[in-house]
């Protein structure tokens, strides 16, 4: 089975309330055009399901993961979108030292969809709180396109790797997945 991808801005039923703002404000380099999205059976939203039951390569996925970095009364909430087939994502060592944190763990899941207005098992990187840090393993960045979130669970974003850079906070983090 494959998924019927459209411009995002045909189908803004299929995207949760923040990506749709940033897409209908959209200022990056990439045309708003090359940013898709495809509805999908929410039963098979997790990155591996979803690579497997629409044949798609797991290298052509990603998984945004959002941690809680703290050093002393200082929390901060950040993203990171490594791809589907990462073995190990190194969020207590490349990731902290990055965040300048004593230690990370995975945010409070209420409190992530509380503040991004997504779904479970769709938050995105497109339409993140600005002040939200994007880290972005490189093997995502490079892709032609790569298959993310759209957030809300019956639908996916298709767009150029490069376009995550132009997102506010993005940058690419090296070492932040190790495949093995």
Known sequence: MKLNF?????????VAPPVKQIAENWQGDTSIEDIWVAEIDPKYMGGLELCEHYDIPQDKGANCVIIEAVRGENKTLAACLIPVNC????????????????RV??????????????EYGSI??????????????????????????????????SLPGKTLLELPNAQVLEGLCKIF
Request: zero cysteines.
């Open 6 to 14: 459209e411009p995002i801005r045909n189908r803004f039923d299929l």
């Open 87 to 102: 073995k190990r994502a190194d969020f207590n060592g490349v990731a902290r030292k990055h965040l300048n944190a004593r």
């Open 105 to 118: 763990s995975l945010a409070p899941l209420d409190e992530v969809l509380k503040q991004t207005q997504m």
């Open 124 to 157: 995105t990187v497109f339409g993140l709180p600005e002040s939200w840090p994007i880290l972005i393993d490189p093997s995502v960045a490079s892709l032609e396109r790569v298959i993310i979130g759209a957030g809300l669970q019956k639908s996916k974003l």
